[in-house]
């Protein structure tokens, strides 16, 4: 007897009533604990299949048995029986009709016994596999619904408190500006109130980038739309109104558009250069070139304090600060480059930094060419 391990198959045989091989092979298979269903005509096989599962179906290599397993191909559903042709000659097995069958044997039962036994464990195997790959997706698609609806509400979440924000903050810069105005002002506490304000102002901004770049929507856009762009951004800032003129533009001639979120890009590039401008006193270059025919690199490059070796990956990091004292000489929320990160991941890019302390930094990233064919 073959010992399955307690795996006990089932089979359908499709077999011919007067073939006394075929009776024995039956006889065999039932004694080796198969749980063996014996038909003599195709219908009879379908329709046991269409009550339930079998693990296999065994069909002679003759017309029958190749119009069988071809309508079991098509009209039953996965996980689907092995199906196993018994070839009695040379000619049905260079035969056609044999290419339906996912096993071959010869008219030898103690091979078709000891064969059949290990592909019916790889083939439920296979089966459980495929039944938990299913699974998995199922779950995976739940996950991806779920996280789907909780970006849709931090999204909301993100661009109603900017929205709010807004408003309170505009009337604390007017009420700022008319106080500063003021000659029997104190400076020092004007100048406190202004900084303040410039700092909250810049929080808020930074949310609203949150905001409005977390909806990543690929096309092509100039270079120099995107730089213009984020120059316009820059100005509008009410405390760097006249770093415009500290800006180095630098871009080749005749560069093809990139592919890339329009607002996500400009974004990308306001916040670098404001970056640059913060940490230098120097003039800060914004420059995009040529790699290839495929790609093109953007830089902002400054010559300001720089960042040790142990900053450069943290500094990537949500409300990191490169000066974290106190009494912190520069300004910043620490959400800047980490906004940075997240854009360009988005777009399947990464942000790189080179630096040395004293001497500047740069930071680099690269985009694909739009092609049109």
Request: charge should be negative; include cysteine.
């Amino acid at each position: 007897m073959i010992d399955n391990n307690g795996f006990h198959p089932d089979i359908i045989f499709l077999t011919q009533a007067t073939n006394s091989w075929e009776q024995g092979l039956s006889s065999r298979l039932s004694e080796c604990g198969y749980k063996l269903e014996t038909v003599h005509h195709p219908q009879q096989a379908l329709s046991l299949l269409g009550e339930r599962h079998y693990d296999a179906v065994l069909a002679p290599a003759d017309a029958s048995g190749a119009a069988l397993f071809k309508d079991i191909r098509s009209s039953v559903s996965r996980p689907s029986p092995l199906l196993a042709m018994i070839i009695r000659s040379e000619t049905e097995l260079s035969d056609t009709r044999t290419s339906v069958a996912d096993l071959l044997f010869p008219p030898n039962t103690t091979l078709i016994l000891n064969q059949l036994s290990l592909f019916l464990r790889q083939h439920k195997e296979n089966a459980d596999l495929r039944g938990q790959i299913t699974r998995l997706e199922m779950q995976l698609e739940e996950q991806r619904r779920a996280k789907d609806a909780v970006n849709v509400l931090k999204n909301a979440i993100v661009r109603n408190v900017s929205h709010e924000l807004k408003t309170p903050l505009l009337q604390v810069k007017s009420a700022v500006a008319l106080i500063i105005e003021d000659e029997h002002v104190d400076e020092k506490l004007a100048s406190y109130a202004m900084n303040a304000t410039a700092r909250l102002e810049a929080l808020v901004q930074n949310i609203t980038m949150l905001g409005s770049s977390l909806d990543i929507h690929l096309e092509p856009i100039m270079a120099r739309e995107a730089i213009e762009s984020a120059l316009r951004k820059l100005r509008r800032s009410w405390h760097l109104q006249n770093a415009g003129e500290r800006i180095i533009v630098e871009l080749e001639s005749s560069m093809p558009p990139v592919v890339a979120d329009k607002n996500g890009l400009s974004t990308v590039l306001q916040l670098l250069l404001d970056n640059a401008l913060k940490f230098s006193e120097d003039k800060v270059t914004i420059r995009a070139r040529r790699l290839d025919n495929d790609h093109i690199q953007f830089e902002v490059e400054d010559k300001g304090i720089g960042i040790a070796k142990d900053q450069l990956e943290v500094i990537f990091e949500l409300f990191y600060q490169v000066d974290g004292s106190s009494t912190r000489r520069y300004g910043g929320t620490g959400i800047g480059l980490a906004l940075v990160k997240l854009i360009l991941e988005a777009h399947g890019t990464p942000i790189r930094v080179e630096s040395k302390e004293k001497q500047g930094s740069k930071f680099w990233f690269i985009l694909p060419v739009y092609h049109l064919i």
